[in-house]
């Protein structure tokens, strides 16, 4: 594959794959009478020499610019509400986002806000809320600059609420893109630990979407050539990267998104809190934890694991063996081994096992988890 060649496939979401594919961005907004956009992103990108030349580039075909950036690093409700305002201040007629999970999640909250204007959180699909997602939506265009939680092809995003930091899924698929612009070089700044992080955060949702219990043959294929994907190209995006490991860990990103249609399980199930309760990063929660939450997930299926370690070509094909692999991978890359080096503390156990069981990953998970379970699950990686 030339990636300096961009390309087009549909997966059902419109993806424009390739290098400088974000050049066509102000086109195809003037194509569909799109002029006045929100670009939704976060504090940081919103400084980026990146991100100030989209803007440029759009104005430059006379297209009316607002962004809106003020957003935690793990979303929050009022940041969806704040958005929004901005978008109906402004009068925007479409919503760009533009970043990683966090950017992308909040972006897609707000195309939901603008036409569903009952508390946000009536439309969590965990109670059925999705059912309400009756309206149209504003005009959404994706822009991914990490490797990590493929939200770009997605059709939910994960908000928490301000108060209690519980996570609500917002699901629809009115809420997916109408265009992915996934340009790998938007990823080559990125830091090695960003990128270490969020690669395994990929590679969770690939594993994870394998192993979920539910039965979708066509997700099983796509996260195991995700996994594929990552084997050959995370530790020389994190180390030295080029064109090809940066566009191959976008697209091993976005199949992992697309996977996880089918389902988690105990790995987010663990991360997850270590975000709403300590505001972990959700990639590094999820690297972490990865060799404790798969190993547990071994007895009884033995087969898929044996899967899993021919598509890593590892030396034996045995659970044991993608246990090791995943180790020895987070080493390379840089991620601690146990939850103490990234400053969990043993008093936070019994609150992140609570936390933990509640959370809505979990009951796709092959076999089922226990509260007692997460908590010795985190003894084992404290």
Same mark, same amino acid.
């Given at each position: ?18 290098? /400088? ?28 020499? #990146? ?16 962004? #809106?950036?003020?957003?935690? @690093? ?140 539910n039965y979708h ?79 547990? /997930?071994?007895?009884? #299926? ?35 081994? @146990? ?25 796709n998970n092959p ?16």
């Amino acid at each position: 594959m030339d990636f300096n060649r961009v390309v087009q496939f549909n997966f059902p979401t419109t993806i424009r794959f390739g290098a /400088n594919a974000v050049k066509e961005l102000p086109a195809y907004l003037k194509q569909n009478n799109l002029s006045k956009p929100l670009l939704v992103t976060d504090p940081i990108i919103a400084e980026l020499p #990146f991100f100030k030349e989209i803007i440029a580039d759009l104005k430059l075909q006379g297209i009316s610019v607002e962004v #809106f950036s003020e957003i935690h @690093k793990n979303p929050v409700k009022s940041d969806v509400i704040k958005g929004g305002d901005v978008y109906d201040g402004t009068h925007r007629d479409s919503i760009v986002g533009i970043g990683g999970g966090a950017a992308l999640d909040v972006a897609r909250a707000i195309v939901l806000r603008i036409h569903h204007r009952e508390d946000l959180f009536k439309y969590d699909d965990l109670i059925g809320g999705d059912v309400f997602v009756t309206n149209d939506v504003p005009h959404f265009v994706t822009i991914p600059t990490t490797a990590g939680t493929g939200s770009e092809v997605g059709r939910s995003a994960i908000i928490a609420d301000d108060i209690t930091h519980q996570k609500k899924i917002l699901f629809s698929p009115k809420l997916l893109a109408k265009v992915v612009f996934a340009d790998p070089l938007l990823t080559m700044g990125l830091p090695a630990g960003v990128t270490a992080a969020t690669g395994m955060d990929a590679l969770t949702h690939n594993m994870e979407a394998f192993l979920a219990k539910n039965y979708h043959p066509m997700c099983d294929g796509i996260a195991l050539e995700g996994m594929r994907l990552i084997s050959l190209s995370l530790e020389k995006a994190v180390k030295k990267p080029d064109l090809a490991s940066r566009s191959e860990m976008l697209m091993a990103s976005m199949m992992g998104a697309i996977a996880f249609q089918k389902g988690l399980g105990v790995v987010h199930s663990m991360a997850h809190p270590l975000s709403s309760l300590l505001d972990t990063h959700h990639g590094l929660a999820n690297a972490v934890n990865i060799p404790y939450g798969m190993r547990f /997930n071994i007895a009884g #299926f033995e087969d898929k694991f044996a899967r899993m370690a021919r598509t890593l070509e590892l030396d034996e094909y045995t659970g044991e063996a993608v246990i090791q692999y995943l180790f020895d991978l987070n080493t390379k890359v840089g991620i601690p081994h @146990k939850l103490r080096d990234i400053n969990v503390k043993e008093e936070h156990l019994d609150t992140l096992a609570d936390l933990a069981f509640a959370d809505f990953a979990h009951p796709n998970n092959p076999k089922p988890v226990s509260r007692d379970d997460f908590r010795t699950l985190y003894s084992e990686a404290f």
